[in-house]
Structures are given as structure tokens and as C-alpha cells.
């Protein structure tokens, strides 16, 4: 049984503030980078990891696991690319109406 199923109509309440939190969190992922916070990136990108599938959006979820893996890594040059990456996965995310 789907997310969708068993929450019935709250389910798109739930996704649409699902939807605005990811967009928060590549601003918060943008400002962590400037002060190289690597844990904080990595706690973002896995917190996407886990709620990007649980809402059908694979997409953020396999960007969040990449960044959480780069975080961990400290590999600071590749991550501003995953973050423009899952800005437009974000971009092409359904909006509350």
C-alpha cells in the first residue's frame, strides 16, 4: 500500500509542503557550502534520500543520496553541481495550486 493510499486526501497537503521544503533546503545547502559545513550538507542530502522515494520523487531522493555521499567525502568541488542538479529536479516538481 502506497504513501497516497493510506493517507488519502492529506496526502497533497503532505507533498506540497514536502515540495517547499526541498526548496529550502537547496538554499540552506547553497549557505552551508559557503561555510564548507559538510555535515550539514550531508544531513540535508540524507534527509532527501529518504523522503524524495517515500513521495514518488526518485529523482531528489538518488540527488539527495549523491550529495550525502560528496558531503561525507568533503568533496566540496563536485557538490555545487549536484545542488544545481536538484534545483531543477525541484523546478519540475509539482506546486500547490
Same mark, same amino acid.
Do not use: C
Given at each position: #500500500?502506497?504513501?497516497?493510499?493510506?493517507? $488519502?486526501?492529506?496526502f497533497d497537503g503532505l507533498r506540497d509542503e =514536502?515540495?517547499?521544503?526541498? $526548496?529550502q533546503f537547496i538554499g540552506e545547502m547553497r549557505a552551508a557550502l559557503k561555510g564548507d559545513d559538510f555535515p550539514e550538507i550531508r544531513r540535508l542530502g540524507h534527509s532527501l534520500k529518504g523522503s524524495g522515494? #517515500?513521495? $514518488?520523487?526518485h *529523482?531528489? $531522493?538518488d540527488?539527495?543520496?549523491?550529495i550525502e555521499q560528496?558531503? #561525507?567525502?568533503?568533496?566540496r568541488p563536485a557538490i555545487p553541481a549536484m545542488?544545481?542538479?536538484? *534545483? +531543477?529536479? =525541484?523546478?519540475?516538481?509539482? +506546486?500547490?495550486a
Open positions: #500500500m502506497s504513501l497516497e493510499e493510506i493517507l $488519502g486526501d492529506e =514536502y515540495v517547499a521544503q526541498v $526548496g522515494a #517515500m513521495f $514518488g520523487f *529523482d531528489v $531522493g540527488i539527495g543520496a549523491r560528496a558531503a #561525507m567525502r568533503r568533496d545542488i544545481e542538479e536538484l *534545483d +531543477k529536479a =525541484y523546478r519540475k516538481l509539482p +506546486k500547490a
